[in-house]
């Protein structure tokens, strides 16, 4: 926890990574969590947040050879949330989890990963015991002019999909919630063009036994038409 934080660099030509102890149990029973924040080049603060320029992904795997990079396995590919309107005083820190489901390999291992020099901080790392039900991952959202078709990765059966307006608490600030069944994948309709939403899945891996909910999911539907902009308010040009 501040002040202290493992910093972890990348850049155009080399990405560096980090390797976890060799752990007595079985990789693919665990789970990582940790906490993380995009840092800009040059700066040795922690108060930073990723955007469109400075994105950044963290990707998650196992090792067999600790100080051989090519024997890494990427499992997940955590990308940081875009801030588009930051503050002095905001907290843009993340609370990653990471499920170890078909991990292989001896050691977990962390890479930053970035096509232009920046960093990545990460703090209170954990591995833990990963719980009977796991959340659906690999969560995409193809966005259209009144609605949008949703996918996700699962063992489970039966889901709940949780949509409201951005930044919305769960469950009771949810517009809609959906149950799925036999399918891990959802077409939304009656949605309003030119629109900002979020949504989360769960899964229900038996009768009233839920996994926690995913990592919120962000999409904006089509603009569709007529279009109409008076450019009192407008985020169209």
């Not at 202290?4 to 155009?12: E, K, M, P, Q």
């Not at 489901?101 to 901080?121: H, P």
């Not at 796991?134 to 259209?144: F, L, R």
């Amino acid at each position: 926890s501040a002040p202290s934080a493992l910093r972890l660099y990348s850049g155009s030509s080399s990405n560096s990574y980090v390797v976890l102890p060799e752990l007595n149990a079985s990789l693919d029973t665990l789970q990582l969590t940790f906490k993380a924040r995009a840092m800009y080049q040059g700066s040795t603060s922690m108060n930073n947040y990723a955007t469109s320029t400075y994105a950044h992904s963290i990707k998650v795997g196992t090792m067999t050879n600790p100080d051989s990079i090519s024997t890494f396995r990427l499992l997940e590919t955590y990308v940081l949330d875009e801030v588009s309107s930051p503050t002095t005083s905001g907290d843009y820190w993340e609370n990653v989890t990471i499920y170890l489901q078909g991990a292989k390999g001896k050691y977990i291992a962390l890479v930053s990963e970035f096509d232009k020099a920046n960093y990545v901080w990460i703090d209170n790392l954990e591995v833990s015991k990963a719980p009977d039900c796991i959340a659906p991952s690999g969560i995409s959202v193809v966005a259209k002019t009144d609605g949008a078709d949703v996918k996700w990765n699962s063992t489970a059966h039966r889901f709940e999909v949780a949509l409201g307006q951005p930044g919305f608490t769960l469950p009771g600030g949810a517009d809609t919630i959906f149950t799925v069944e036999n399918a891990k994948a959802l077409h939304i309709s009656d949605l309003t063009s030119d629109t900002g939403y979020e949504l989360y899945v769960r899964a229900e891996c038996a009768e009233d036994a839920f996994s926690d909910w995913s990592r919120a999911v962000s999409f904006t539907t089509a603009v569709g038409v007529p279009f109409f902009d008076n450019f009192e308010d407008s985020n169209h040009w």
